[in-house]
C-alpha cells in the first residue's frame, strides 16, 4: 500500500526534530519527547492510497468509528464518525457531484464523541449535489482539533472519494442523506475513508430493476 505524508505533518515533524537538534545540544537527553512527537506527527498525518467503492454507493468520509446513526429532520438520515488521533485524518467526499455551498461555522469546542459537537462545536459544512441527490457534510472540531482545513472551493467538480481535506489531532464527520438513500452502517461499526460503504441509493437500484 502506497502511503504518502501530508505536507503538513513534515512542516510539523520539521519544526520538531529541530527543536529536538536545539535542546539536544543545549540539555542532552531532555530531547527525546520531542523526537517522539516529531515521529508522531509523520504518523498521524499518513495519507494512505485507497480503493475507492464503486457503484450507486457513497463512501465513508473519514476513518474512525460510527457513534450515531439517527434521523436528524424527517426524511434527512445522519451518519457521526468519530476519529481519534491514530485514525488517518484526511477527509474525502462521500459521493460524486459538484460541491454547491461551503459554510463555516463558528462554535464550540466539545470533545468530538459527544452528541452535542454535531450541532454545537466549530464546523465546516459541505454540500455536494450529485446525479439526482444531494449529500451534505460536517467537518466538525473536537477538544483537541482546532484546525479545519478543506481544499475545494464552490462550483468545484469531486470525484467519489476525492481528498477533499483533513482536521488536525482528533475530530468529528457528520454526513446528512435524503430518503433515497439506504444506511448500511450502525453505531460501532469501523470504517476507513473512500473504501468503506456507508449507504447505498435505492431510487437508482429500484430504476435499474425495473
Known amino acids: ?29 531532555w530531547s527525546a519527547p520531542l523526537w517522539v512527537l516529531a515521529a508522531f506527527c509523520l504518523y498521524f498525518f499518513r495519507d494512505p492510497e485507497r480503493a475507492i467503492a464503486p457503484g450507486p454507493v457513497a463512501v ?13 429532520t424527517p426524511g434527512v438520515q445522519r451518519i457521526s464518525i468519530f476519529l481519534n488521533i491514530f485514525d488517518v485524518h484526511v477527509n474525502r467526499t462521500p459521493i460524486a457531484g459538484r460541491i454547491c455551498n461551503v459554510q463555516y461555522q463558528k462554535g464550540r469546542f466539545r470533545a468530538a464523541h459527544q452528541e452535542a459537537c454535531s450541532a454545537e462545536n466549530e464546523q465546516n459544512i459541505v454540500t455536494v449535489q450529485g446525479e439526482g441527490t444531494t449529500v451534505m457534510f460536517k467537518q466538525i472540531a473536537g477538544l483537541i482539533a482546532r484546525r479545519i482545513v478543506f481544499y475545494k472551493n464552490p462550483g468545484d467538480r ?28 450502525k453505531p460501532g461499526t469501523r470504517v476507513a ?10 431510487d437508482v437500484e429500484e430504476a435499474n430493476g425495473a
Open 60 to 72: 465513508a468520509p473519514a476513518d474512525g468509528k460510527v457513534v450515531a446513526v439517527t434521523a436528524e
Open 193 to 202: 475513508a473512500g473504501s468503506s460503504v456507508i449507504a447505498r441509493r435505492l
Open 158 to 185: 469531486v470525484e467519489k472519494g476525492e481528498r477533499i481535506g483533513l482536521i488536525k489531532f482528533g475530530s468529528r464527520m457528520d454526513v446528512l442523506f435524503g430518503s433515497e438513500w439506504e444506511i448500511l452502517v
Open 1 to 29: 500500500m502506497t502511503v504518502v505524508i501530508v505536507r503538513d505533518g513534515i512542516h510539523y515533524a520539521v519544526g520538531l526534530a529541530l527543536a529536538g537538534i536545539v535542546v539536544a545540544w543545549l540539555a542532552g537527553g
